[in-house]
């Protein structure tokens, strides 16, 4: 089926019957429906049916509502833009009066609910690895021709993204503006309390930092609060004349925004690991005194962070990061690895590292010849994804002048360069090549190739950071990639045997305590040691000579790796 929403104010507007076994909500203007629509994102499952919007512009609604100045056009380019993820189909109320018209709405609400129903088959459409290709352009078989503008592949991302004409984009932006203006983002999140965001504050200077014990809202706001404390850091040294500084409801739109761009039925690589790695980027910064200490900051990398939620921890009042009263970064003669601006630069990469995830690895991309893997030619493919769709469809639109910005004034490189090269850093296939640049190019790079390296270096790390993490979050992290790992085997096999993949995926609630994780699956030691031993040990002891006040990292990996081990003696 699908979910509807009708905007009109006239109480006395009667649908299609056709639509009466929907989900029907009834709307009087515009905003309330953009509202609910940045709501749904708090949700950690993938939308898996249509969303039609139903708009009356012959009832106009509200005088104070100002979308409702907008045309018809524009509140349907806003919503296809902005929340395409939701698969939505928006149609006029006149449409409905048109049988031809209706027939084809309730084919194309029955279509995607039959392409995109279950994990598996929401998976293999977002990839184009599936029998049915539903971008393909060359047949006009159902449901292909139906459903091809409204389930968001990553082709049709990367289609809309790559041909958006210059009128169109500058609509957009004015667009933004209006959601901005109209809409406080904070008032969205499911729980905004002071006393519940001085929580968030003490949680991101934590390195257990407890992603899994937060929401999608929380996670949101965590996003806010580092942004915010790196953008004040660049005012405090002097604002590049080019940079727009956001206010902070355009922070947090932004932080919405990005969320809303990434997958969150998928396990591992979902919104939460997207901030999980920003949050290990930041704290880096403040250890290597490239950003200034704040009061929340938890200098013990293996302090309890339970004590944050369940009160036995005495906590700052305040609903900011406080900037602490040491001097940090600022002593004596001490020069940064990075500027404030590289800085904000390498916490925004890694915000946007994974966008548009689809759950899968580019081996699979590539073995199974999904149309993004042909479109970059199997190399690093989602990676590439990754950096077009968030330089380009998010950033270009939400802060097109942080993209402009220089790494320092003399530079000839910008902050986007600087951006796309990070995430591209995140390809594992890579991962050895950045080991050797470490160990050998370092010391004679010019400056910007080592502001690149430094910055492409410490997301890697951030990336596969959840090793080195306190044992009760990094076996967290195990667990749930464990499960990724096996949705893409699943899928694998269907896709071999031609299956219809007509069932779905589902989970256990994820258990909190290390005893619980270790019954639900007990051989999960096994990928811990071979990731540890392959990847991550090697890269972690490396960077000690450079990046010394990491140490700690090197240290929790090596009392993990002594735990896993032990474990797998134990049990043979």
Same mark, same amino acid.
Request: glycine share 4%; aromatic share 8%; with cysteine.
């Given at each position: 089926m ?12 009667? !649908? ?14 515009f ?50 833009? +902005? *929340?395409?993820?939701? =698969? ?50 060359f ?32 609509t ?19 729980? =905004? ?6 929580k ?9 930092f ?27 040294h ?27 039925? =998928?396990?591992?690589h979902?919104?939460?690991?997207a ?12 250890r290597?005194?490239?950003l ?97 769709? +968030? ?17 320092d ?30 160990k050998?190019?370092? !010391?004679v ?44 085997d ?21 258990? +909190? ?17 071979? *990731?540890? =031993?392959? *990847? ?37």
């Open positions: 699908a979910r509807v929403f009708l905007i009109s104010s006239s109480h006395s507007f009667t !649908l299609h019957r056709s639509l009466h076994a929907c989900s029907v909500r009834h709307l009087t203007s905003t309330p429906l953009v509202r609910a629509l940045f709501k749904c994102g708090n949700s950690e499952k993938d939308v898996s049916e249509a969303t039609v919007v139903i708009i009356d512009s012959e009832t106009p609604g509200p005088e104070d509502d100002e979308f409702e100045n907008l045309s018809y056009d524009e509140k349907a380019l806003l919503l296809k833009y +902005f *929340f395409s993820h939701t =698969n939505i189909i928006v149609i006029p109320s006149l449409a409905l009066t048109d049988l031809k018209l209706v027939t084809q709405l309730e084919a194309a609400i029955k279509s995607v609910g039959s392409v995109i129903g279950t994990r598996l088959s929401r998976v293999a459409a977002w990839t184009g690895t599936g029998d049915i290709r539903i971008n393909d352009t047949t006009s078989d159902d449901p292909c021709h139906l459903v091809s503008a409204i389930i968001p592949t990553m082709a049709c991302a990367l289609n809309l993204t790559c041909t958006i004409s210059g009128s169109t984009e500058a957009v932006r004015k667009l933004r503006l209006q959601l901005v203006k109209n809409i406080d983002f904070k008032l969205l999140l499911s729980v =905004n309390s002071d006393a519940h965001i001085s968030l504050c003490h949680s991101v200077g934590h390195w257990a407890p992603a899994h014990e937060l929401s999608n809202d929380d996670l949101v706001y965590c996003v806010y609060l580092m942004l915010d404390f790196a953008i004040k850091y660049v005012e405090s002097g604002t590049p004349a080019e940079l727009y500084v956001p206010s902070a409801n355009e922070t947090l739109a932004l932080a919405f925004m990005t969320r809303d761009t990434y997958k969150s039925g =998928n396990p591992f979902n919104f939460r690991h901030v999980d790695v920003l949050q290990a980027c930041f704290y880096y910064l403040v290597l005194k490239c200034p200490p704040f009061e929340q900051f938890e200098l013990d990398p293996k302090a309890d962070e339970t004590q944050i939620f369940d009160g036995k921890k005495s906590l700052h009042p305040s609903c900011m990061l406080q900037r602490s009263t040491c001097t940090g970064s600022e002593d004596g003669d001490f020069v940064p690895l990075l500027t404030p601006m590289q800085s904000l630069g390498l916490l925004v990469a890694a915000l946007g590292h994974d966008v548009g995830h689809p759950g899968v690895t580019n081996a699979f991309m590539i073995k199974h010849s999904a149309p993004t893997s042909q479109i970059y030619n199997d190399r690093s493919v989602l990676e590439l994804y990754h950096s077009a769709i +968030f330089t380009n469809k998010i950033l270009s639109i939400s802060w097109p002048s942080l993209l402009e910005c220089k790494l004034k003399d530079s000839n490189l910008n902050i986007k360069q600087l951006i796309i090269g990070s995430i591209l850093a995140t390809d594992m296939a890579e991962h050895f090549e950045y080991i050797h640049k470490l050998d190019e370092l !010391l790079l010019t400056s910007e190739q080592k502001v690149q390296l430094i910055c492409s270096l410490l997301i890697k790390c951030a990336d596969i950071s959840n090793v080195t993490r306190p044992l009760r979050v990094s076996s967290h992290w195990a667990l749930i990639l464990s499960r990724e790992f096996d949705e893409v699943k899928l694998e096999k269907r896709i071999l045997v031609k299956d219809t993949m007509t069932f779905d995926v589902e989970y256990p609630q994820l258990p +909190f305590t290390l005893d619980a994780i270790l019954e639900c699956n007990p051989y999960i030691h096994k990928g811990q040691l071979f *990731f540890i =031993n392959t *990847f991550a040990e090697g890269l972690f002891s490396s960077i000690l000579d450079h990046f010394g006040e990491l140490k700690y990292t090197s240290d929790i990996i090596k009392e993990n790796k002594a735990f896993w081990q032990a474990r797998a003696e134990k049990l043979g």
